[in-house]
DNA sequence: TTGTATGCGTTATCAA
DNA sequence: TTGATAACGCATACAA
């Protein structure tokens, strides 16, 4: 690999006038500059990004940890996020952790190192040590997702209300018999909709049992696999109340595969409104999220925390919106 | 932020000696090792990642150009490709082009700067002239995508053979109207499709008709959208064969919502199988790609790339595989 | 307009 | 076991 001294030796310059030359708004004279682009191109010669982000000290690299990229939850958030970044001369790299906690780890410690200028992450499942101490001192947004009592710049909804909301639309059609399907515990995020869940329970005169809730990974296949074995454990229930749509869509089929009636017998309900949930059958009622806005926002803060500048609000909380589609209401 | 060679200054210390013992192997004295690691605490210290990198000439970090991260045909390749390459010690970064053809150009450009060890690029739409230099200096792979004429290391499936298998199949179960949704015809993969659509339509004693073919972008809205089209146009077509799984699903939804049975008034292929295709009703006849393989070979070249170690076979062919489902065949 | 020289934060070689 | 010092490849302040 050929470096700036090789072609500064080539066009018999300075390596400084190579440097100018490279950057292209030096002041060098016409004839010096040919002498270099021509060693340039005769070495093959391409500057080392490191050395230069060394100098610099940044990297307009930025890195968005999602938990799983093949969840379509994330892929309208990341086109919020590409835009805004595009805007701003930053450059977006995904680390998918398909649920390894070690990646989101070395990646914290990436921007610790400075590898990286900045980093959004929709994951929160890793030592709070480590992440109080990462966003400390470097730009760090945590996204979707959030921690008790550490002040690190976010942007979520209020996942609480909204799972009340949704559950008090299911009730108010009549349903009484609320199973949950919720995931991994150790997100805050599902504690909340659980919360919303036993909140909206409370405030309408039903009781909470714990035989109607069950644990899933967030995804299709286990929302199938939990809600027959709910089916098979002969308790009774005549709704559905999914804490992740991936899961609904997972209950939709164990029903159907079961004959039972949507919504008549069972009612099922999601949460965030992925683009499945509007083409599936029957269509699911969730709760939507702003996700291209979400996108835009994390970006932004965290182009303001790479800047310096100040940050109105370190704690963002997005809109969300009730969905209802036929999956729980039958005349709609 | 704080240097090596403050910590040495408050631990008493040379920067050597720092060094050393974040390193961990060194011969360092328990007494001296216990000053430094008190002052790393004390000053919160992060070793520079740019400086190592720099010193080392390599980062362990490796991108993947990725055309466009919502389609889900690239994610299980995507499984292949990170466990590859956590076997192997390499990080795995994702650049989404959402077909911005810039970004591909930008990061083969940082792959010439040695920002990053090596790149596997699912995409191949950028100048020819530019890959075919970053190829012949760096470690870089094409993956289900390729060029003529130009020797870079890549992998992929037969297009032309198997779009010529799946209409065989179509033709061998009474349809001789074949309608073709394709896309941008700047990719070699899906100008290869149509050459095996052709083919197949040419051996079976067929007429070739411009008015069936249909260029969407490929995703399920243009699949939807070309196919209405298709329609209203009133040409007559028995089949529809897509040159992509998400074009196929929403002809699939177009066809349903015309009132149309599939498959006996317009049977349905498409190509890839991504997860998606065996849940949709009808359940999709498609072509299966050898997806986590293919992520697997992929890495593994671009580590004997990186490497320099002696590469068997510079360009692979995977064996793809005709899944017939319900689209096609009634009779299942 | 051009060149010299220093520093960015490491690692590693060589002496001590 | 430790330290001084020379790279790694580039950018830039300053001098010429």
Redo the contacts between chains.
């Keep these: ?1 050929a470096t700036i001294k090789d072609v500064a030796e080539l066009a018999g310059v300075s390596i400084a006038t190579v440097s100018r030359v490279v950057k292209g708004n030096g002041n060098v004279s016409p004839k010096t500059a040919a002498k270099v682009t021509s060693a340039i191109k005769q070495l ?1 010669y ?9 100098k610099h000290q940044c ?1 307009n690299n930025i ?1 968005i940890i999602i938990p799983d ?2 969840n ?1 939850f994330f ?1 309208e958030i ?2 919020g996020i ?1 835009e805004t970044a595009e805007r701003n001369d930053m ?6 952790m ?1 649920n390894k906690t070690s990646i989101e780890e ?1 990646y914290l ?2 921007l ?4 990286v200028d900045g980093i959004i992450s929709f994951s929160a499942n890793v030592a709070q040590q480590l992440l109080k ?1 990462a966003a400390n ?1 470097f730009p760090l947004v945590i996204a979707c997702q959030y921690l008790d009592n550490i002040d690190i710049p976010s942007i979520t909804i209020d996942n609480v209300a909204a799972a009340k909301e949704i559950c008090n639309h299911l009730i108010a059609s009549g349903k009484k018999n609320i199973a949950h399907l919720t995931a991994l515990p150790n997100f805050l995020l599902y504690q909340d909709r659980l919360d919303g869940y036993t909140a909206s329970l409370r405030e309408n005169g039903l009781d909470f049992r714990a035989g109607l809730i069950r644990y899933c990974s967030p995804n ?1 296949k286990s929302g199938y696999e939990q809600t027959l074995s709910l089916l098979d454990s002969g308790i009774y229930f005549d709704s559905i109340f999914a804490a992740g749509d991936t899961m609904a869509i997972g209950a939709i ?1 164990a029903l159907k595969e079961r004959g039972i009636s949507i919504p008549d017998e069972c009612a099922v309900a999601g949460f965030d409104d992925i ?2 949930s509007s ?1 599936i ?1 029957p269509p699911l009622t969730t709760i939507r999220q702003p996700k291209y806005q979400i996108g835009c926002d994390a970006m932004n803060m965290l182009i303001s925390l790479i800047r310096g500048s100040h940050i109105a609000k370190r704690n963002i909380v997005a809109e969300h919106q009730l969905v209802i589609r036929q999956s729980s209401c039958s005349v709609n």
């Design positions: 690999m093959n391409h500057p080392n990004a490191l050395a230069r982000q060394l990297t890195i990229i093949s379509t892929h990341l086109h590409e450059h977006i790299l995904i680390a998918d398909h070395y410690r990436a610790m190192q400075k590898e101490q001192d299709i089929r683009e499945m083409l059958d």
